[in-house]
């Protein structure tokens, strides 16, 4: 029998997902239809149990209901309360609903397919929203000598920050405080959306650094020709959506699809787009 998932979103029409998993599925042969659902604004919880009763498995979550499906879980994994959010929906055989959040991980896999080593590097995190609490967990598990988070409103970073102290060395604050060399420096706000730049120092990084937007697009944002003009090597976050789609595939299949022919496919679809 066919298994059935979806990404939850509102708009979702946009979303890769789909094509994502049905490449996955293809790899090894799987059964399995995955759509795109617009959920209503007011009830995630009633459309992910529709979804159920018409023999969904799991579901991936996009914006604006990660916290709506933190919300309605059953169990959480550790990340997922720490991020306060939820991205991939599990309907275990007891018809408990399971709750992960696999952005954090998906970026770290990503970095690590670039060859950035995360173990003693000095990483700064702009933005302060939940795109970065998503992926502060993660990053901490690898051990780095720092973890900086800026924020254009500072008391955030610091909140931030404060909720991640118990994992190891995080500091939040304003832009102003920020203080290079990084080796990593991840862009997690939404400014590029808007084409601006946060206000950064010139000597931001370190010699080899990385420059990572978790964003996309067919050109590469401001964020990252800003870090190309100040020496460092810019990667945007396509790779890290191919990644966390590949870890919410495990949870579903138990199966690791194999993500590099996955991310040329869309890479060059993006291209042309
Ligand atoms: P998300 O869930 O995508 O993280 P969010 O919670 O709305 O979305 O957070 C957006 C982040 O981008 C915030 O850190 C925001 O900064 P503030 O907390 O000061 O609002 C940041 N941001 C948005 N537009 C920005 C801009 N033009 N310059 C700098 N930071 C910006």
């Known amino acids: 029998m066919t298994d059935r998932y979806c990404v939850f979103g509102h708009p979702v029409g946009h979303s890769k997902s789909p094509v994502i998993h049905a490449a996955f599925a293809d ?26 009763a018409e023999g969904g498995r799991g579901a991936n979550v996009t914006v604006p209901f990660k916290e709506a499906a933190f919300r ?14 939820v991205n991939t929906l599990v309907l275990g055989g007891n018809g408990l609903t399971y709750g992960d959040t696999t952005d954090g991980i998906g970026l770290v896999h990503d970095l690590k397919r670039h060859g950035v080593e995360l173990a003693r590097a000095r990483i700064l995190v702009l933005g302060a929203g939940g795109a970065v609490r998503g992926v502060l967990e993660p990053l901490l598990a690898e051990e780095p000598a720092s973890l900086r988070v800026a924020n254009r409103t500072a008391a955030k970073a610091e909140a931030l920050a404060a909720d991640f102290r118990d994992l190891g060395e995080i500091a939040g604050g304003g832009f102003d405080a920020v203080a290079g060399p990084f080796d990593l420096v991840i862009n ?14 010139d000597d931001l990084f370190a010699p080899g650094a990385t420059a990572y937007d978790m964003m996309y697009g067919a050109e590469p944002t401001v964020f990252l020709r800003w870090a190309a003009e100040h020496g460092a090597r810019g990667v945007d976050g396509l790779g890290m959506l191919v990644e966390q789609a590949a870890e919410s595939f495990f949870q579903w ?3 690791r699809p194999d993500t590099a022919p996955v991310l040329e496919r869309l890479r060059q679809a993006l291209s042309v787009s």
């Open 253 to 255: 299949r138990g199966r």
């Open 72 to 85: 309605l879980c059953d169990t959480l994994s550790e990340r997922a309360r720490r991020a306060g959010a």
């Open 188 to 201: 997690g706000t939404s400014a590029s959306l808007a084409g601006d730049l946060p206000p950064l120092p």
């Open 27 to 52: 790899q090894g042969g799987d059964d399995i239809e995955y759509v795109a659902i617009e959920a209503p604004l007011d009830d995630f919880a009633g459309a992910w149990r529709r979804f159920v």
